[in-house]
Each structure stands twice: as structure tokens, then as C-alpha cells.
């Protein structure tokens, strides 16, 4: 390794090198806070009367293994990609508001020709820095004035070079004293030796804040960085940056999605480990590391995951029923469970199970995590739950197997039996600690064993009883109405589906069953015994409420195992599971 403190444009200066971005490296992302940063030390050591430098970091670069047919010498730039782009940016802003003044040619084309282009190169090798392929289009256009379609994109290159547009535009400093700002920036110039040194090494060193790049960021480095140019080419065309274009969508972007999607994947590979997420790079080193694995073939694998991760996320199987319940699965916001389901997803893909089984798992994690929501059991044992339960069951037997096993799991982690979570369904108020749920669980009481599938598109939750109780109201509910309200209102007893819930406003009960499109006029199920009451009361809100705790039970169903079964279980805590309980 050679490194010295140099002047940034020595570095740049001369015909005879560019500096290329690995595909590996993450896209171009300085934002308008790190240019103004910039801006304002190059303003400061502009105006500075005495030699004054400002060091700006370091700029890491390594020989190209595969050398150019021209004189050329190709530089990858392991570090300072970000800094590095923003001066050129900086650069071509101050050459064309020069322009745009009538300055002296020279003046801009002296810049382009020493610090920006390699004047007697032609093609991609004219550029002094080549970026991804995401970047470089954009910036190839705007170096080159092409007045592309691709310039009117938004983008960190084109949103930069607008800004410091505007600063000199807005600045007192002429353009010689800007650039002379510019020419004071001082760089710690770090030539790596290919034999000697290692990039992945010294790029860790350098990014071992984890402030700049993602766990994702350091994974993908590591897996790229020490292979050969066109062997990283195409692992990267085919696997990671099909991964990473989706990742940097919004929302997976915002959501961290790609350092969850690895940690999952670290979990099912590590028999439920669940890395840190500050540690999923080391874990992931540490997994690869110590099975000597091959990290192509670990990237391979890792896509082959991915694919069926998204479908997760995106709740979009090519199976209707198999999209329903990923859509409800998200919907109870149970993301601690990616590791199980995307674990028995690769069986099911692979062939290891069938459709029918896999729906069946599916449904069996939305009843065990819908049931305990309703019971009120805390959450924080389920991670550590999904993340070891494939290594607890028989794929070869996966129902029954999964059966027990969740049947068997004791106390916190307990799957509620029918008369917990009927009991739970009757009391607890629903819509106050969710209304999405609250619609989830009416409208799959109202489809439950109906062939005539009804959408939440024109529906809304119907307080039979209005959350705000008029004199009428008052009257028809007796003495009581206080207790009465306080204790139902946001129950399952009081709650329907209506697409006239504004119309009914705060009606008496009477008068919402008979008007138009009243209850009576209703095609829901769930307002059927509604059309047959002359009268609202204390009793028949419990009545209602036990019809609907007694079909959330079938709905939202118990594992279907024989008591035998359940008795052999070696994790049985027997005493745990009310015999009457168990579905034979």
C-alpha cells in the first residue's frame, strides 16, 4: 500500500487514468446537507488570504486486473466514490455558470480537459470517472451537455449539480476564486498493491463506523469484491442487483428491507439464530466462513430465497388462496414469523410439500397469531418462536408435526384454545386497539364457508350502538345506558359491516333496521339477526357477541391432531391442554 497526503486535482490530472466504480459499490446518494458541507469549505479556504488546505478524506483505489488495450490505466475505486463525484459535479457547475457569464473559454475548457475528461480518449474511456451503471448514464449526459430525457429524472447527480449552480450563481467569490478554493482540496491518496493488500480488508477499516452503508451494502462487497471483473459482472447482473433494484423501491427501501431480508435468511441457515441487526454482515461472514462455502454459490442461493421473500412481502402468489393469506398475515403485522414462512415456502417450491399442506401452515400461523392478538398474550416470545419452529417439526409429517408442536408450546407461548380465546373475542374491545383488524375479523366471519366472496371496497364498521348515545339511544338501552356503553360499545356484539354507515348516522335501533338499505335490507350475514330484532339490549348484544366468538373458533381453527398424538408428544406438558379442547 502507497498513501500520502496529495492535492485532489494531481490526483485527476493527466491523460492516462480513470477511475471506474465497481458494480459491487452502492449507487451515488450525497444528498444537498453533504454539497453544502463541501460548498462551504471551499467558500472558506477561497476567501482565505494565507496557503490554506482542506483535507477532504481519503480516495482508496486499486489496480484493475484486466488491463485496457489503450494507455489507459484503470483505477476501481474501493473508497471515496461519493466525494470524488461530488468535486466533478462541482466542477462542471462552475464551468458551465462560467459559460453562462461569457467567461473566456478556456477557463472551462482548461477544467474539463485536466480534471474531468481524458481529452484524448474516446467512448467510456473519456470519462476521468466512471460510475455504476444506475449512475452513470445521468452523468455521462450531463458531463457531455446531452439534453437527454434521462436528465429530467430525479436524481442525486442532476439535483447536486443544481445546487451548486445556485451557490455560484449567488456567491460573491468570482469563478478563479472558486476554483482556486476547489484546488485546495487535499485528499489522502491510497494506492493498494493487488498481490499485497486486501480490498475487502482496508474497505472495512474504512467503513467500520456502519454510519455509511447498509449491512446489505457490506454483504455485497464482501461477496464481489475479490473476484474477477466479468466473474462480478454477471453475479451481479444476474442475482444481487436484481435484489437490490427492488429493494430501493419505496417502501422496502424506507423499511430497511434488505438487511431484514438477509437476516432472515441468516436465521433459517443458522438453525434460528437471529443476528443482530448491527451484526448481520458479521454473522453473514461468520456463515460463510465457517462452513467454507463458496460465496457465489451462497449469493445463488440467497436469490433463490429472495423470490420467494418477495411474494411474502408483496403478499403475491400466483395461487389466489395462497395471496389471501399472506395478505392477512401481513395485516396482523407478524413480520417475526418471515423466518418459519419463508423457510416452509422453499419446501413448498421445492416440491417438499404440497400446495394443500402449505396453505394449511399458512393458516395454521394466522390462527396462532390472530388468537393470542385477541388474548392479549405479549409479543416478544414470538421471534424467538418462529425463528427455531421448522427445526422443531417433521416436514415429512408437517401437519400433525406442527400441530403438536404448537399445541404443545406452554404458558406465554400457549395457542389459546376455543374457550381462552372465545371468552377473550367476547370482552375485549376490538376496534379501539385496531380498527384494521377489527374489519379483518368481521369480514372474515362474514365470508366464512360462503362461496359469494364479499370485498371491504364500500364497507365500513358499523356501531349498532352509535359511539355517541342521543336521547332515544338513551331510552331504549334503560336505566343503565352508562354501563351499558362503556362496556360494549367497541365489543364484537356491537360491531357489523355497512356500506350505509354514514346514513344511519346515530338512529335508534328500530328505525336503522326498517329505513332504506337498513339492516333488514341488508345482504351481509352478519347483520341477518339484526333484521329479526324489534330491539336492541344488554342481552342481545351478548347474544350476539356468543354467536360470533362460537364461529371465530371454527374460523380461526385449532390444529386438527389425534389426542394419542398429543399425548406421545415428548414436549407435552400435559397439564397444560384442557382435554376437551383438543379437536380429535
Known amino acids: 500500500m502507497q498513501a500520502r497526503a496529495e492535492f485532489l486535482f494531481k490526483l485527476l490530472s493527466g ?94 475548457e482548461q477544467i474539463k480537459n485536466s480534471y474531468i475528461f481524458n481529452r484524448y480518449q474516446k467512448d467510456e474511456n473519456y470519462f476521468k470517472l466512471v460510475l455504476n451503471k444506475r449512475d452513470q448514464e445521468v452523468f455521462a449526459n450531463l458531463l457531455r451537455d446531452i439534453n437527454d430525457d434521462i436528465l429530467t429524472e430525479k436524481s442525486n447527480i442532476l439535483l447536486n449539480y443544481y445546487f451548486f449552480k445556485k451557490k455560484i450563481q449567488n456567491t460573491q467569490l468570482s469563478f478563479e476564486e472558486i476554483f482556486k478554493g476547489i484546488s485546495k482540496l487535499i485528499i489522502v491518496d491510497t494506492a493498494l498493491e493487488a498481490e499485497c493488500d486486501n480490498p475487502q480488508l482496508i474497505f472495512e477499516s474504512l467503513n467500520s463506523t456502519g454510519m455509511d452503508l447498509t449491512q446489505a451494502d457490506l454483504i455485497r462487497n464482501y461477496i464481489l469484491m475479490d473476484l474477477p471483473s466479468d466473474v462480478q459482472k454477471n453475479l451481479y447482473d444476474d442475482y ?93 403485522k407478524v413480520s417475526v414469523a418471515y423466518p418459519f414462512i419463508l423457510a416452509i415456502y422453499m419446501d413448498y417450491t421445492n416440491g417438499k410439500i404440497s400446495k394443500a399442506d402449505f396453505i394449511y401452515v399458512l393458516e395454521l400461523i394466522e390462527n396462532y397469531v390472530f388468537r393470542r392478538s385477541i388474548c392479549g398474550i405479549p409479543t416478544n416470545s414470538l421471534n424467538k418462536t418462529f425463528a427455531t419452529l421448522y427445526k422443531e417439526i417433521n416436514i415429512e409429517n408437517i401437519r400433525e408435526s406442527l400441530g403438536v408442536t404448537l399445541l404443545t408450546k406452554p404458558s406465554y407461548k400457549r395457542f389459546p384454545r376455543d374457550s381462552e380465546f372465545g371468552e377473550a373475542l367476547k370482552v375485549k374491545e376490538i376496534y379501539t386497539s385496531s380498527v384494521e383488524k377489527t374489519k379483518y375479523l368481521l369480514l ?58 354514514q346514513e344511519y348516522q346515530n338512529y335508534r335501533f328500530i328505525k336503522k333496521r326498517d329505513m332504506k338499505n337498513g339492516y333488514k335490507k341488508s345482504r351481509l350475514k352478519l347483520n341477518k339477526s339484526l333484521a329479526e330484532w324489534d330491539s336492541y339490549t344488554e342481552q342481545k348484544i351478548l347474544k350476539r357477541a356468543e354467536q360470533l366468538s362460537s364461529m371465530a373458533c371454527q374460523i380461526w381453527y385449532l390444529p386438527t391432531v389425534s389426542q394419542e398424538i398429543i399425548v406421545n408428544s415428548e414436549n407435552l406438558d400435559y397439564e397444560d391442554i384442557n382435554q376437551d379442547e383438543i379437536i380429535e
Not at 34 to 62: M, Q, R
Not at 80 to 107: H, W, Y
Not at 249 to 264: A, L, N, V
Open 444 to 501: 372474515k366471519i362474514e365470508n366464512y364457508d360462503n362461496k359469494e366472496i364479499v370485498d371491504d371496497t364500500n364497507l365500513s364498521i358499523e356501531h349498532i350502538m352509535p359511539q355517541s348515545l342521543n336521547d332515544d339511544w338513551k331510552e331504549d338501552l334503560g336505566n343503565n345506558y352508562k354501563e351499558i356503553y362503556k362496556k360494549y360499545l367497541h365489543t364484537i356484539g356491537n360491531l357489523t359491516l355497512s356500506g350505509y354507515n
Open 15 to 108: 491523460n492516462e487514468k480513470q477511475f471506474i466504480i465497481p458494480i459491487y459499490q452502492r449507487d451515488y446518494n450525497w444528498t444537498e446537507k453533504e454539497c453544502n458541507t463541501l460548498w462551504k469549505d471551499v467558500e472558506y479556504i477561497s476567501k482565505a488570504k494565507d496557503k490554506i488546505t482542506h483535507f477532504i478524506g481519503a480516495i482508496v483505489y486499486i489496480q484493475e486486473k484486466v488491463f485496457s488495450a489503450t494507455d489507459l490505466q484503470k483505477l476501481l475505486l474501493i473508497d471515496g466514490q461519493q466525494r470524488l463525484t461530488t468535486v466533478i459535479i462541482l466542477l462542471k457547475a462552475l464551468c458551465d455558470v462560467a459559460n453562462e457569464n461569457n467567461m473566456p473559454s478556456e477557463f472551462s
Open 240 to 332: 444481487w442487483e436484481k435484489m437490490d433494484k427492488k429493494f430501493s423501491q419505496k417502501p422496502y427501501k424506507e423499511d430497511g428491507q434488505f438487511d431484514f431480508f438477509i437476516r432472515t435468511y441468516l436465521t433459517i441457515k443458522n438453525d434460528g439464530r437471529i443476528p443482530s441487526f448491527g451484526k448481520i454482515y458479521e454473522e453473514f461472514k461468520d456463515y460463510v466462513t465457517s462452513k467454507s462455502l463458496d460465496k457465489s454459490n451462497v449469493l445463488k442461493d440467497m436469490f433463490s430465497y429472495y423470490q420467494n421473500y418477495i411474494k411474502i412481502i408483496d403478499q403475491k402468489d400466483t395461487d389466489y388462496n395462497i395471496s389471501s393469506i399472506l395478505k392477512n398475515i401481513s395485516l396482523l
